[in-house]
């Protein structure tokens, strides 16, 4: 597990304070509640696919479990409330859960390689 790099944490609290709400659930307190526990946001993990900078962040001391299905099957964390935006070559989606940031997620258009954009790059 790693602090976030400023440049992670910039995109972050970017998203958090003008990315869109596709579900339009999350109120500007919500949004200001989880932005302030963005310092305490370690990353446990990294996409494996080679191509984006994609992590995954927890707020805890050890990475969480891994969510299984009741096959024993790993599935996905899962969030409760997801903000997009877009940037050069890919979108940007931070997907939060339990009141913080659980995965700053870059999916490239295209099967090539991104990287982080920095915050003024994202279109919102
Ligand atoms: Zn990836």
Known sequence: MRPLFTSESDVVYAMLAHASDPM?????????????RVPELKVYKHC?????????LTAGEEPPEPRRDANGK??????????T???PGAM?????????P???E????EDRTVELPWPDQLLF
């Open 74 to 83: 790993a599935v996905p964390q899962g969030s409760s409330y997801v903000l």
């Open 24 to 36: 339009h659930s999350l109120s500007t307190q919500q949004r200001e509640a989880i932005a302030a």
């Open 102 to 104: 659980v995965e700053l």
């Open 48 to 56: 494996g696919c080679g191509t984006c900078p994609t992590v995954y």
């Open 106 to 109: 870059v999916a490239p258009f």
């Open 85 to 87: 935006a877009d940037c």
């Open 92 to 100: 940007v989606l931070l997907h939060i859960a339990d009141g913080v």
